[in-house]
């Protein structure tokens, strides 16, 4: 636990793990406030676990979520209201302590002098030079001077981020590239599924996000309040302001967790689990190996979602291990898909039936998950099938894996750089914004009708670095998007079926087929996955060496007749 101190009242910390309050109450904190809503990270622990041990230790609670980036006049009057009641030394918390640190400047800034709130903050370890400027601008942040400005900054420090990042500076050494990412870790989130099928160890997926930043990029560990892409301007948690020449933007999306009533406060525990969250995978491997009869469900929300395949690679992989170890017969499998089809692309759907068959699995479809009762092992979908009344049905569970539902992140839903939808809004083929032509996109985050994966960004990461450089070239965009996306469909252990698809569900295969035929599992395919796709991830991608990539050329306009 990493508490700092800005009075003898109040301290603020970076992320705690519930194995931290025991350290906080044994420090003489009385109280803790999470600032830090569900849902937001992968490997965040929920506030209902803090809230948990923090009445263990004897120690109040409160719950105050505010946006990354969004602090707004509101949230500061219930932080500062909250620091009354509670009883103290007061510990606050988000993921890096910079919206608790801002939140007590502005609930401070009518009672303490600004000089004496800059010096606590700072002495804390943060800077509210930018909360500064907002409070004597009467709570906007000005932007026509910046803290910092760069050729060309990059907004999430994911998959796309930093492979976009290496892709620029391979192309343009001299380019100034920032990275904006307020986490200490990365992820190699397509590692969660193995890990969820015990082949793969957690930490094996995950570095320290400071190794991995390009060499010459500067990595702001911050995250964005906002964009003012009229004045070329990136707002900062603590209200710092970054300008840009050309923008980037690609922080993934946002796993709500809370659309799903019951399911935060229960999530880890009950037998209810989610490889999409890196902390519970290891527990999806628990239940799995621990479970000898009963009924298993493997939900999926609506579209878009991250990987799509991913709800059904957990069921194939628990279900292969029950058959292994010869339980299979004492153990119901239903998949419960909120959609239509099991996989929205046909070609692969006759390999993948016959797994379903295998498995004995039943297929219930257009059955989207609204709440859960881990205590009471149930479940309930809201069935909304085509030319049939809603209705809601009950089913009980011994072991639920959840898909959670998935939104643009909320910083970007409310910016001017997004759809009707929230998702950014840009050219399908060059991933340029329809609206402002120095900004660029690409990941989880466009609206883009591509499949949501981190093989689709390895191919776009070079796509827009191309477009950029060509752009400060002063010419037109010259490489084109095709949709690319794969979806490796681990369907038993030691098989896979690669699916390898763009725009409109086309087949794009990488092999030919006498190596991997795409449709049918492979052991071939299984050996791409767990042995060279790690290494190509962490050496290549990142490294911006783009093996197998060639990006198509954006075609002339036909000739008018």
């Not at 942040?141 to 910092?148: F, G, K, Q, V």
Request: glycine share 8%; aromatic share 8%.
């Amino acid at each position: 636990m990493d508490a700092r101190r800005i009075t003898d009242e109040i301290s603020v910390a970076p992320q705690i793990t519930p194995q931290d309050v025991a350290e906080a109450a044994r420090a003489g904190f009385r109280a803790i406030v999470c600032n830090r809503p569900d849902g937001e990270g992968a490997d965040q622990p929920t506030f209902e676990e803090i809230e948990a041990e923090a009445e263990r230790h004897g120690m109040k609670a409160a719950y105050i979520p505010v946006v990354a980036g969004r602090v707004r006049d509101e949230d500061a009057t219930a932080f500062g209201a909250a620091l009354t009641t509670l009883p103290g030394p007061v510990l606050a918390y988000c993921r890096t302590g910079t919206r608790s640190a801002t939140l007590w400047s502005l609930a401070e800034a009518d009672s303490r002098p600004l000089p004496d709130i800059l010096a606590a903050t700072q002495a804390a370890g943060y800077d509210m030079n930018g909360v500064a400027r907002r409070i004597a601008n009467g709570g906007r942040t000005p932007t026509d001077e910046a803290d910092a400005s760069y050729d060309v900054v990059i907004v999430g420090g994911g998959a796309a981020g930093i492979a976009t990042a290496a892709s620029l500076k391979a192309r343009k050494p001299g380019l100034s590239v920032a990275v904006i990412d307020p986490a200490d870790i990365h992820y190699y989130q397509p590692g969660w599924t193995m890990v969820g099928a015990g082949i793969f160890d957690p930490a094996t997926t995950a570095r320290p996000m400071g190794a991995l930043i390009p060499q010459g990029v500067h990595w702001l560990k911050s995250a964005v309040a906002a964009f003012e892409p009229q004045n070329n301007a990136v707002i900062l948690d603590g209200c710092r302001v970054v300008k840009y020449r050309r923008l980037i933007v690609c922080p993934g999306l946002k796993l709500a967790w809370n659309k799903v009533e019951g399911l935060v406060q229960t999530l880890g525990k009950n037998g209810v689990t989610s490889n999409y969250r890196y902390d519970l995978a290891p527990y999806t491997w628990q239940l799995v190996r621990e479970m000898k009869k009963g009924r298993a469900l493997f939900t999926q929300p609506p579209m878009p979602i991250k990987c799509a395949g991913a709800p059904q690679k957990a069921m194939y992989m628990s279900a292969d291990h029950w058959l292994r170890s010869g339980r299979l017969k004492n153990i119901s499998i239903d998949f419960m898909n909120a959609g239509g089809v099991l996989f929205g692309v046909k070609d692969y759907v006759p390999a993948l039936m016959k797994y379903v068959r295998k498995y004995d699995a039943t297929l219930n479809f257009h059955h989207n998950l609204t709440a859960i009762d881990g205590r009471a092992k149930k479940a309930w979908f809201e069935v909304a099938e085509p030319d049939a009344e809603p209705r809601t049905v009950e089913a009980d569970f011994d072991m639920i894996h959840v898909v959670p539902p998935q939104v643009a992140p909320d910083f970007i839903r409310v910016s001017p750089l997004a759809d009707a939808a929230g998702w950014v809004d840009v050219d399908q083929t060059t991933l340029r914004h329809k609206t402002y032509d120095n900004i660029w996109a690409l990941g989880d985050v466009t609206n883009a009708p591509n499949a949501k994966t981190a093989a689709a960004a390895r191919m776009q990461a070079p796509i827009v670095a191309e477009n950029v450089v060509a752009d400060i070239r002063g010419r037109s965009p010259v490489a084109a998007y095709n949709g690319y996306g794969s979806c490796p469909l681990t369907v038993e252990r030691g098989k896979i079926v690669l699916a390898e698809f763009g725009y409109g569900g086309t087949r794009l295969p990488s092999f030919p087929s006498w190596f991997i035929d795409d449709t049918h599992p492979s052991r071939a395919a299984w050996i791409l996955k767990e042995q060279i796709l790690p290494p190509v991830y962490w050496k290549a991608m990142l490294k911006g060496r783009e093996w197998m990539i060639k990006p198509e050329k954006v075609r002339a306009a036909e000739p008018a007749e």
